[in-house]
């Protein structure tokens, strides 16, 4: 139930005179549909344009405001020679020149003798100056504003169209009751919310564009505050949840632990105290595992659901593909034979007879841990008494995903597990409602991955090498490349291009992975690979979480600048599987920028995802590191948590703060941050409070 107070910024652009609905959809698809999504769509620059009452003010290469008398039109014969009318101002002739226009046009609205005002960029034309396709041509009574602001633009939504719905939406914006603490806003010096969004869109200076400019200051904070406020009420609402009490008797998973050739780490034994805290609690567990490449989280999972199977419930391991679930249940289905527990695998290939009898042996509690895809949580699949519940790799699921999932299990202990390290700050942002849990340990006797950096030049040689490599036996390796496509713009090795020149060395022993395949034929390839069948697995980014085969030693990634250091080490986290010593080679293109040479050097001195995580923040920033769209994480518009990351921890506290003297948001700055979180769209978490 969005207050009416906020009609206005949910009103749709189309809305705004002269945006139709082929242009909205434009502006939909680059800002958003609504009228505050253009208002969250924050300038990017200024142009400042002083009006010269003076020849002598006038700089060659600047913009100039002045008024001009039309002297004359020098009207071309054809359309291959420019339009120019001839003027003077302030004492000197002055030469306006067109190459695309329409005479007829230029004709009836500038006549010879009217005075106009013009601005744009000045270029010196002999005794005078001349501006080329200026920005402003008006008349002497409408004037020109002395600042332009200028917005980030695309094909079809131009800094033009987004002032316009911009300067229609201002003046008639609401009034909104404060939500800031008053002690607060005055020690930072934060304009109001409405003086602050007519601020920020009315820069007069570079300064004014800055994160730390007041008012962009107050909006960053107020993107922040709503989304921290919004975590903190899942997670209340999951703290309220009475979870199911899991506690084991030990004794199969000691069994478990006297049959594995390696000793947990000092990290995979804290986790674990951790989890099973939580799993005996009776509030509902929901707690992120957030682990290095190769930290051992599939081992603390596999304990958890043991000591699950212990306690009499059931557990589910749901993961992000078919081939890696698959990964799993071979794993997970030896090492549970010797202790007697029956494990179970549905994905989208189960079909039929297959299909049914799965389901109704995990519907009366024969299956004691189901191993599938996402299809494990749909209605079709009935559990018998599911009590534990572990996503792995949840790229894609977010914090709504997880309040469903709440709602669909009652009382179901949830663990999430990623192997992305996300710095501190941002996880802060994305698992606010969780408690986090860090492997930041390698396994013993894990050997370090050596990283070499190459040009393209080498290529050649490298392909040689790897020949010879590969001929000795027991030597695999994956060729990465970023596009299936070849493109010509950014002159790319398209993965097809270099899967016909490797077969040219490798033969049948070269395969080829990428996303457009359909499924069953990508798995194919994957599994001819993971059985040895194929010396060389040409593929795009599908295999950065994808099957763990000991005897790949060796990872190429072509075009290496490419990908972000998360990327990066993703990828490179697929060899080292085994105790054989790997190399992971980053063949980079002829150019690179200072950022992309950081990018691999940092890849080159370490290997720990969390210090990489830290640097590629640095150096991408909140939005795009990881690809925020895909990765589930949040996507600010207005706050970049990289350069106001003091702001993250203030509202943090500020809302930890709030919900501790008022959990149902009921007082008068209660009932003012129920509209900002309305503002933000954080309706779904605002439907875990009481009415009030």
């Not at 609504?34 to 969250?40: G, N, Q, T, Y």
């Not at 806003?185 to 969004?197: C, D, E, I, R, S």
């Amino acid at each position: 139930m969005r207050p009416d107070i906020l009609n206005l910024l949910f009103t749709p652009v189309t809305a705004v005179g002269g945006v139709g609905p082929k242009l909205g959809k434009l502006v939909g698809r680059f800002c958003g549909e609504k009228i505050s999504d253009v208002l969250w769509h924050l300038p990017v620059g200024v142009n400042y344009r002083p009006q010269i009452t003076d020849a002598a003010q006038v700089k060659i290469g600047e913009y100039a405001t002045f008024q001009m008398k039309i002297l004359a039109h020098k009207v071309p014969p054809t359309k291959k020679v420019p339009y120019r009318i001839i003027g003077e101002a302030l004492g000197r002739e002055v030469e306006i020149v067109f190459f695309n226009y329409h005479k007829s046009y230029l004709g009836r609205q500038y006549p010879e003798g009217k005075s106009i005002w013009v601005s744009g960029r000045v270029e010196p034309n002999g005794f005078g100056f001349k501006i080329i396709h200026p920005d402003y041509m008006a008349g002497v009574s409408q004037g020109i504003p002395e600042y332009e602001v200028i917005y980030p633009q695309t094909r079809g939504v131009s800094s033009k169209l987004i002032r316009k719905i911009i300067s229609t939406a201002l003046p008639v914006l609401p009034e909104l009751p404060e939500w800031l603490d008053s002690t607060f806003q005055a020690k930072h010096g934060l304009p109001f919310w409405k003086n602050a969004v007519d601020q920020v869109h009315h820069p007069k200076s570079g300064g004014d564009l800055m994160p730390t400019h007041s008012a962009r200051m107050r909006l960053a904070y107020d993107e922040i505050l709503a989304n921290q406020l919004a975590l903190l009420l899942v997670r209340a609402q999951n703290k309220k949840a009475v979870g199911q009490v899991i506690q084991g008797t030990g004794q199969k998973v000691q069994e478990l632990r006297k049959s594995l050739p390696f000793t947990l780490t000092g990290a995979q034994e804290r986790v674990l105290i951790e989890i099973q805290r939580d799993m005996e609690s009776k509030e509902r567990m929901t707690r992120l595992l957030q682990g290095d490449v190769g930290s051992g989280k599939t081992i603390v999972a596999l304990i958890a659901m043991i000591t699950a199977v212990e306690a009499g419930v059931q557990s589910a391991l749901m993961a992000p593909t078919d081939i890696l679930a698959r990964q799993h249940f071979d794993k997970i289905s030896k090492l549970c034979a010797p202790l007697g527990i029956t494990v179970g695998l549905l994905t989208g290939r189960e079909k039929g007879s297959a299909r049914r009898e799965i389901l109704e042996r995990l519907e009366n509690g024969e299956i004691q841990i189901l191993i599938g895809t996402h299809a494990l949580f749909t209605d079709m699949v009935t559990f018998k008494n599911l009590g534990l519940a572990i996503v792995d790799e949840q790229h894609k699921f977010g914090v709504h995903q997880r309040l469903n999932l709440v709602k669909k299990e009652k009382g179901v202990n949830l663990l999430v597990m990623t192997a992305t390290p996300i710095p501190r700050s941002l996880a802060l942002t994305v698992y606010g409602d969780m408690d986090v849990s860090r492997l930041d340990e390698k396994p013993v006797g894990r050997k370090p991955i050596e990283t070499r950096v190459m040009s393209q030049d080498k290529i050649p040689e490298l392909i040689e090498r790897l020949k010879a490599k590969t001929e000795t036996g027991g030597v695999q390796a994956y060729w990465i490349c970023p596009l299936v496509e070849e493109s010509e713009a950014a002159d790319l090795m398209a993965v097809k291009k270099r899967f016909e020149i490797l077969k040219q060395t490798f033969g049948e022993r070269v395969g080829l992975v990428h996303g457009k395949m359909k499924g069953p034929e990508k798995d194919a390839v994957m599994t001819r690979f993971a059985n040895g069948d194929l010396d060389v697995l040409v593929a795009t980014t599908v295999i950065e979480v994808g099957v763990d085969v000991k005897n790949a030693t060796i990872m190429i990634i072509e075009q290496a600048e490419r990908f972000g250091l998360a990327g990066l080490h993703q990828l490179r986290g697929r060899v080292g599987r085994g105790s054989d010593a790997s190399q992971c080679i980053l063949v980079h293109g002829k150019k690179l920028t200072e950022t992309a040479k950081k990018r691999l050097n940092i890849m080159r001195e370490t290997d720990d995802g969390f210090v990489l995580a830290e640097e590629d923040l640095k150096l991408r920033g909140a939005g795009e590191l990881l690809g925020a769209r895909q990765s589930g994480l949040i996507e600010f518009k207005m706050a970049d948590p990289t350069v106001q990351n003091e702001l993250l921890w203030v509202a943090t506290k500020d809302a930890q703060t709030i919900l501790s003297l008022d959990p149902n948001l009921v007082s008068e700055r209660g009932k003012a941050l129920r509209v900002l979180l309305y503002l933000f769209q954080k309706d779904q978490e605002l439907q875990t409070l009481k009415a009030g």
